[in-house]
């Protein structure tokens, strides 16, 4: 199983911009046939995760376009523009393996300061 | 629009199996593109990712845990499964069920989650 490491926190102010890294070993994100299967979920306390970005840089249907993904090499990131209040969640990346198996990163906890 | 729903007892005791049904309501199992999916999320933690299973049958578990874990799945009653033999308190977490459309990272509709208590 390949690991996917992320930064344990983030933060910045309304308004501003931050982003949030997913770097791969192995396989996953860092691995040349998996390139594209990149999954970002939100996180509120006592909620169920919620899928913000498919397949590196796609957002669901209706979902804020605040939000974007992208990837370079074997590092994966989600970028939160015009940062508000609610976005205070832990954020994590998940990929999918040479085993046809999933894996997620530790996890991001974004204050919004 | 659909729904998952997570059911089972919340106190297991140390050494049994854990077992837990989701409820799939507002769509079918049976339809082929989609993976039913089990994730679990230790207390405080970040989420762990237990196994899927195919509407055909086909399963992959957490190599971590592949010892211990059987999903399986029941169109008729649209309900998919989980077993999670010989717990310990290690396996003491929320349990989610959990849709994955395409590549079976995408997991777009989840259920709110139950808390599992592994405990004498």
């Known amino acids: 199983q390949s690991a996917l490491t992320q930064p344990a926190s983030v933060s910045g102010s309304p308004g501003q911009s931050i982003t949030i890294s997913c770097t791969g070993t192995?396989?996953?994100?860092?691995?040349?046939?998996?390139?594209?299967?990149v999954s970002w979920y939100q996180q509120h306390p006592g909620k169920a995760p919620k899928l913000m970005i498919f397949?590196?840089?796609h957002r669901p249907s209706g979902l804020s376009n605040r939000f974007s993904g992208s990837k370079s090499g074997n590092t994966a990131s989600l970028t939160i523009s015009g940062l508000q209040a609610e976005d205070e969640a832990d954020y994590y990346c998940s990929s999918y393996t040479s085993s046809s198996t999933v894996v997620f990163g530790g996890g991001t906890k974004l204050t919004v300061l | 629009q659909v729904q998952l729903q997570e059911s089972g007892p919340g106190l297991v005791k140390p050494s049994q199996t854990l077992s837990l049904t989701c409820t799939v309501s507002?769509?079918?199992?049976?339809?082929?593109?989609?993976?039913w999916s089990w994730i679990r999320q230790h207390p405080g933690k970040g989420l762990e990712w237990i196994g899927y299973i195919y509407y055909s049958g086909s399963t992959y578990y957490n190599p971590s845990l592949k010892s211990r874990v059987t999903i399986s799945v029941d169109t008729s009653k649209t309900q998919f499964s989980l077993k999670l033999s010989s717990v310990t308190a290690a396996d003491t977490a929320v349990y989610y069920c959990?849709?994955?459309?395409?590549?079976?990272?995408?997991?777009?509709?989840w259920g709110q989650g139950t808390l599992v208590t592994v405990s004498s």
């Open positions: 959990a849709r994955a459309f395409g590549v079976v990272t995408n997991f777009d509709y």
């Open positions: 507002g769509g079918s199992i049976s339809s082929g593109g989609y993976y």
């Open positions: 192995s396989s996953g994100v860092g691995g040349y046939n998996y390139v594209n299967y």
């Open positions: 397949d590196v840089s």
